[in-house]
């Protein structure tokens, strides 16, 4: 899958899940602007495992390396 479209995929769960359009700002903290939260990264992680058959368990979740769109792209990306 190329860079785009996996762009294209994250940035469709991430707002299916928060309701938030992010696409404008890859670079905002979604969990310091409260977009994101504990609860929502399990769902981001079981979505991008159901559409793209990325699987990060739980207990490796490094929030820091997920906590912008431009880094959730970046990890995806890293792991296919």
Not at 43 to 69: A, C, D, Y
Request: proline share 2%; hydrophobic share 45%.
């Amino acid at each position: 899958m190329i860079m785009d479209d996996v762009k294209a995929t994250v940035l469709s769960i991430l707002q299916d899940l928060t309701g938030e359009d992010v696409s404008n700002n890859m670079d905002a903290n979604l969990f310091d602007e409260g977009i994101l939260d504990s609860m929502g990264s399990v769902q981001l992680l079981l979505e991008l495992q159901n559409q793209l058959g990325i699987e990060v368990p739980v207990s490796e979740f490094e929030r820091s390396e997920w906590e912008t769109p431009a880094k959730i792209v970046a990890k995806v990306a890293s792991l296919q």
